[in-house]
């Protein structure tokens, strides 16, 4: 811990001085949680309509959607798919869904991202940038949910589980179910006991010993025999990918990290699976995703660090600085706590 310590101190040191930063752990720069929701317009794609916050009347989510690169462009699509699945839960509950596009892309494209992926809710076009410079978006896509009296609900940031974890705060704003139910449903745990898993377990508790002493080689063969007694081990197969990574197998390792992450994510398999898309000229990609994790985990030096190794591989070194005494300050408060 002192070395990575110092590690991160030296690299500060030696790209630049920077000023205090903060981040935001909320999708929105210019809103919070509770706020009333600003007044703004947007208008339809299919003709001269308007949506107005102002007439919001039910609780109502909001999809903050660009395609100006392909990646928000995939991201996006996958948002409004994982949307569409769940419609009718929220039209059960009397919920209206919309999606605005805050990054005047051409109407032509729009059209035709609706047609192929057969979005069925409304869609509009924020053309002169109303709502993306009023609410201060700066994740795309991301999620807004405002109540029946025009209050913010809460706002999520672009994830896999996206329309998963709005359904569930709907639920919990609904009293449906509680905060602790919520987290249970979106990180379920293992709870057999039978003696196979405790022993695969074990194998898994020795592998994760030898990769933090650097011994992925030796790590990868207790991994393997965890997955022998149980292959559905979610994080036998993350941190077997990692092991792969850390050896420089990257396609292997990406294999087994997408098995895992399918089953369970994890903080340290999407750190692995961000360098290994970096290893891969994927650099953007990784630092989108980590930047997304770290508005749900302020308080991980790792999602920091690595985050800095990326932006100083892309030469950016103010945000590589910015990340690293990030890192370096959560560090230093456990240090001298």
Same mark, same amino acid.
């Given at each position: 811990? %002192?070395?990575?310590?110092?590690?991160?101190?030296?690299?500060?040191?030696?790209?630049?001085?920077?000023?205090?930063?903060?981040?935001?752990?909320?999708?929105?720069?210019?809103? $919070?949680?509770?706020?009333?929701?600003?007044?703004?317009?947007?208008? !339809?794609?299919?003709?001269?309509?308007?949506?107005?916050?102002?007439?919001?009347?039910?609780?109502?989510?909001?999809?903050?959607?660009?395609?100006?690169?392909?990646?928000?462009?995939?991201?996006?699509? $996958?948002?409004?798919?994982?949307?569409?699945?769940?419609? @009718?839960?929220?039209?059960?509950? @009397?919920?209206?869904?919309?999606?605005?596009?805050?990054?005047?892309?051409?109407?032509?494209?729009?059209?035709?991202?609706?047609?192929?992926?057969?979005? !069925?809710?409304?869609?509009?076009?924020?053309?002169?940038?109303?709502?993306?410079?009023?609410?201060?978006?700066?994740?795309?896509?991301?999620?807004?949910?405002?109540? $029946?009296?025009?209050?913010?609900?809460?706002?999520?940031?672009?994830? %896999?589980?996206?329309?998963?974890?709005?359904?569930?705060?709907?639920?919990?704003?609904? $009293?449906?179910?509680?905060?602790?139910?919520?987290?249970?449903?979106?990180?379920?745990?293992?709870?057999?006991?039978?003696?196979?898993?405790?022993?695969?377990?074990?194998?898994?508790?020795?592998?994760?010993?030898?990769?933090?002493?650097?011994?992925?080689?030796?790590?990868?063969?207790?991994?393997?025999?965890?997955?022998?007694?149980?292959?559905?081990?979610?994080?036998?197969?993350?941190?077997?990918?990692?092991?792969?990574?850390?050896?420089?197998?990257?396609?292997?390792?990406?294999?087994?990290?997408?098995?895992?992450?399918?089953?369970?994510?994890?903080?340290?398999?999407?750190?692995?699976?961000?360098?290994?898309?970096?290893?891969?000229?994927?650099?953007?990609?990784?630092?989108?995703?980590?930047? !997304?994790?770290?508005?749900?985990?302020?308080?991980?030096?790792?999602?920091?660090?690595?985050?800095?190794?990326?932006?100083?591989?892309?030469? @950016?070194?103010?945000?590589?600085?910015?990340?690293?005494?990030?890192?370096?300050?959560?560090?230093?408060?456990?240090?001298?706590?």
């Amino acid at each position: 811990m %002192r070395f990575f310590l110092l590690k991160i101190v030296f690299i500060l040191v030696f790209i630049l001085s920077l000023e205090n930063t903060t981040s935001a752990a909320f999708p929105f720069r210019n809103i $919070k949680e509770g706020d009333t929701l600003p007044d703004f317009c947007v208008t !339809s794609y299919g003709d001269s309509a308007q949506f107005c916050s102002k007439t919001i009347d039910k609780i109502t989510i909001m999809i903050f959607w660009g395609a100006d690169i392909p990646l928000k462009e995939k991201r996006s699509i $996958k948002t409004f798919k994982a949307f569409e699945k769940i419609k @009718n839960e929220l039209q059960k509950r @009397n919920i209206k869904i919309i999606a605005i596009n805050v990054q005047n892309d051409p109407k032509e494209k729009v059209k035709d991202i609706i047609q192929k992926n057969k979005i !069925s809710f409304p869609m509009f076009w924020d053309k002169e940038r109303e709502a993306y410079k009023t609410l201060g978006i700066y994740v795309i896509p991301s999620v807004l949910i405002i109540d $029946k009296n025009k209050k913010v609900i809460t706002g999520i940031g672009y994830t %896999r589980k996206i329309a998963q974890i709005t359904l569930g705060e709907i639920k919990v704003y609904l $009293k449906e179910q509680t905060k602790e139910e919520l987290e249970r449903e979106l990180h379920p745990e293992i709870k057999k006991k039978r003696a196979s898993l405790i022993k695969a377990k074990r194998h898994l508790a020795m592998g994760k010993v030898l990769l933090k002493r650097n011994l992925p080689q030796r790590a990868i063969a207790e991994f393997k025999k965890a997955l022998e007694i149980d292959k559905n081990l979610p994080e036998a197969h993350i941190y077997l990918g990692c092991s792969y990574i850390q050896l420089g197998k990257v396609d292997e390792g990406i294999k087994e990290l997408e098995l895992g992450l399918k089953s369970k994510e994890t903080i340290e398999g999407l750190i692995c699976l961000a360098k290994a898309k970096a290893t891969i000229g994927q650099t953007e990609e990784a630092i989108a995703d980590l930047e !997304s994790l770290i508005l749900r985990n302020q308080r991980n030096p790792e999602l920091f660090f690595t985050l800095g190794e990326l932006y100083e591989k892309k030469q @950016n070194f103010k945000k590589a600085a910015e990340a690293y005494k990030k890192a370096y300050l959560i560090l230093h408060k456990r240090e001298t706590k």
